[in-house]
């Protein structure tokens, strides 16, 4: 795992791999979201999800999938910095 990687347990107690990309904007950053699958998504300094760039299932291929329920646990870490 790449060191700027970091991981959480989420409530269903599955791990997911946070890993940010870039900033795209003064208050947004682009991340890969892990777990069954990866989201990259871009998140505002506030928790929002401002865009979802691309979605893979769990091979890595390009798949149209819904974000987790989980994944609000995930982003309002954002918020927190």
């Given at each position: ?24 904007g003064e ?55």
């Open positions: 795992m790449p060191a700027d990687s970091h991981t959480m347990e989420v409530r269903s107690g599955e791990e997911v791999t946070i890993r940010p990309i870039k900033p795209v208050d947004v950053v682009r991340v890969d979201i892990e777990a069954d699958g990866v989201w990259r998504l871009d998140i505002t300094r506030e928790g929002e999800i401002a865009d979802i760039v691309t979605t893979r299932d769990a091979d890595g291929t390009l798949a149209d999938r819904e974000l987790p329920e989980w994944i609000d646990e995930v982003t309002a870490k954002f918020a927190q910095f």
